[in-house]
């Protein structure tokens, strides 16, 4: 038995002929599933707390929707170890799928989903937050600052709907991200990582904790980032004004900032950041409430997926 989570409204709507796509590839190959269509915010979690909370033994759990359905999914996910994940991707941003290589259509996505036997164990990252006490899984990335206060803007922005009619819906961050960078404040925090010394920062632009190489609709802020390597990424700009900021954006939309000044690229287990103002924080690009102190640490294989080579 196959277990569907579907959002048809992804991507202004799109989704839902893709979902037809799916479900002619199901009829074909005479495959018995079950498929549940998301009602509003959250309701992909509660979708994946039931499936997996009452069936018995493996649960094959497939998503067909955006990379915020699939952040929905995994933290509904009551065992990890019993369940084989495949999706579908039909957002606007396509982080996860562009993360693991995926560039076939929807049918063939399906066909492979499938067909395969064995499972890619990727690793998924963990936000921990001090002043409420949450916490979230991440298959992408957490990030505090500017990325997220562009999730934030993001949700209401008129643009990316009219972007994602025209199949534009990634330029979506990076006009948002201009904008931003002149209405956000910068803030002043301490980061330890691992069990090394804290490291002061003054004007943190943003943090981010990478599981994959992009986020924010294809923005590679860790070029050497792996899904499967057992560590996080941290990605943390620091010291430029909004203006200086602007000449230093081209260099991380082209992905060659790796060596330039204001950027801390570091591999590691785990990150605690304090911060002197409360800040909001993304998973996955959900946003969550202002924190002042935040951990992020990295779940080795925790999540099998289908359909993608494990050399990714």
């Known amino acids: 038995m196959y277990y569907f989570i579907v959002n048809v409204s992804a991507r202004t709507g799109k989704a839902a002929s893709i979902w037809d796509e799916v479900k002619q590839v199901l009829k074909n190959r005479g ?23 009452r069936t018995e033994g493996e649960t094959t759990l497939i998503v067909v929707g955006g990379d915020g359905t699939i952040n ?27 993360g693991l290589g995926i560039s076939v ?61 025209m199949g534009l819906g990634k330029l979506t961050y990076v006009l948002l991200t201009l904008c931003s960078l002149f209405s956000m404040h910068k803030a002043k925090l301490s980061v330890t990582v691992d069990d090394e010394k804290p490291v002061v920062i003054n004007q943190m632009i943003f943090a981010a904790a990478m599981n994959h190489v992009y986020e924010g609709g294809g923005v590679p802020m860790v070029p050497a980032a792996k899904a499967d390597d057992g560590y996080l990424s941290m990605c943390m700009v620091y010291g430029y004004n909004s203006i200086t900021a602007l000449f230093a954006l081209p260099s991380l939309l082209a992905g060659k900032h790796q060596k330039k000044k204001g950027f801390w690229l570091v591999n590691c287990k785990k990150c605690v950041i304090s911060i002197d103002k409360p800040m909001t924080v993304h998973t996955d690009g959900e946003v969550t409430l202002n924190e002042t102190k935040v951990t992020f640490s990295i779940l080795p294989g925790a999540l099998k997926i289908l359909g993608v080579s494990s050399e990714k």
């Open 31 to 53: 495959v018995d599933y079950k498929a549940y269509k998301t009602q509003g915010q959250a309701h992909a979690t509660r979708l994946a707390r039931e499936i997996t909370s």
């Open 105 to 165: 259509s929807p049918k063939e996505m399906m066909e492979r989903i499938l067909d395969d036997k064995e499972c890619m164990e990727m690793d998924l990252g963990l936000v921990t937050m001090a002043d409420t006490g949450a916490s979230r899984y991440f298959a992408i990335s957490s990030g505090i600052g500017l990325d997220a206060y562009v999730c934030e803007k993001s949700l209401t922005s008129k643009a990316k709907k009219v972007l994602n009619s």
């Open 72 to 98: 929905e999914v995994i933290n509904g996910i009551c065992d990890f170890s019993k369940v084989r994940f495949g999706f579908i991707p039909t957002g606007s941003g396509n982080d996860l799928g562009r």
